[in-house]
């Protein structure tokens, strides 16, 4: 009985190693197949630098809302001219006339770096950063041009208050009828690491959304106050007809009030005009600094939006 009794025993205990070996191997075959399921994630921008940024669109962004391969942008914060993403951690601080309330610009504040970001009008036929690059050379004779993750970039030293003088990272992509330009300050100017990948990215994954309206090149592309998911979708839902209908008329209020490059109130012509708009003057407008390596910025922090951003997520 002994002997049969350990012979047993032996048995169960192979025939119980066979069968865990067995499940073992499905459990490979399984995250083996699940692998070969999930497709690569692509990098948001160029690993390595270069002169020339090629496959805006198609596999690396800044992205247009009509780009065929353009990620959903559902849950990014809508600023009427482009829609930024979500990152945890970052301050939003809005640029905007003080006079008017018109907003101008965002600067985007991640660690001890910042992004700010604007866009332009741009012609059909040709990009605008060429010409804006060239402009800034001319300008600036301490400024300098190398390539980047974003094609060629200008590097700006800055003079900040207190007579402090900090460096500068502008980039430009150029996309159908716009260009968005980021200016880099902080660490994202002058070194790699996570902060310049996080913002690269972050950069890289901004929708833009030009618009029909008909603009002159280099003219900011009308933006609005921070609108968050939850709000948009509320006011679509709930009076989808007045919310296009608030729409338009934004559109048409920011092409009355039309910012040019020179600072100035740009007019209509006179056959856009409407009754009791001709006593309309081309008024300067006062910029803020641009940028938070250009001193302290005149706005408000809005960082409201992203935490209620954060919370529908």
């Known amino acids: 009985m002994g002997l049969f009794g350990f012979g047993r025993k032996k048995r169960e205990a192979k025939e119980a190693q066979e069968a865990e070996d067995l499940e073992k191997a499905d459990k ?8 070969d399921e999930q497709e690569p994630q692509t990098p948001a921008f160029p690993p390595a630098a270069a002169d020339t940024y090629v496959g805006r669109g198609e596999q690396y ?10 990620p959903d942008y559902d849950e990014y914060l809508d600023m009427g001219s482009y829609y930024l993403p979500f990152l945890l951690g970052i301050q939003l601080r809005i640029k905007a006339n003080r006079k008017t309330g018109q907003v101008l610009g965002a600067t985007i504040t991640f660690g001890a770096s910042s992004l700010e970001i604007e866009a332009f009008a741009a012609p059909k036929t040709m990009g605008l950063w060429n010409d804006m690059r060239d402009d800034l050379l001319v300008a600036n004779d301490k400024a300098t041009q190398k390539a980047g993750v974003f094609g060629t ?5 800055v003079t ?4 402090r003088t900090v460096m500068t990272r502008v980039v430009g992509i150029d996309g159908p009828r716009w260009m968005l330009r980021g200016v880099f300050s902080g660490r994202a100017a002058v070194a790699e690491g996570p902060e310049t990948d996080a ?3 972050f950069f890289a994954d901004i929708v833009v959304e030009r618009g029909d309206e008909p603009l002159a090149p280099r003219d900011l592309i009308p933006m609005h106050p921070p609108v968050t998911p939850k709000q948009r979708r509320a006011a679509e839902q709930h009076a989808p007809c007045c919310y296009k209908r608030r729409t338009v008329f934004m559109q048409q209020r ?10 100035y109130r740009a ?9 009791g708009q001709d006593h309309l003057p081309r008024m300067p407008v006062r910029r803020q600094q641009e940028g938070s390596a250009h001193g302290q910025q005149d706005g408000q922090h809005l960082n409201a939006p992203w935490r209620a951003a954060a919370a529908d997520r």
Do not use: C, F, S, Y
């Open 267 to 275: 007019q209509q012509p006179p056959e856009q005009r409407t009754a």
């Open 160 to 163: 900040i208050k207190g007579g």
């Open 199 to 201: 913002l690269n990215k």
């Open 254 to 263: 920011h092409r009355l009030h039309r910012i040019d490059r020179h600072g």
């Open 28 to 35: 490979t075959e399984d995250a083996a197949e699940d692998a």
């Open 153 to 157: 970039e200008v590097m700006l030293p």
């Open 61 to 70: 962004g800044p992205w247009d809302v009509n780009d065929e391969n353009v």
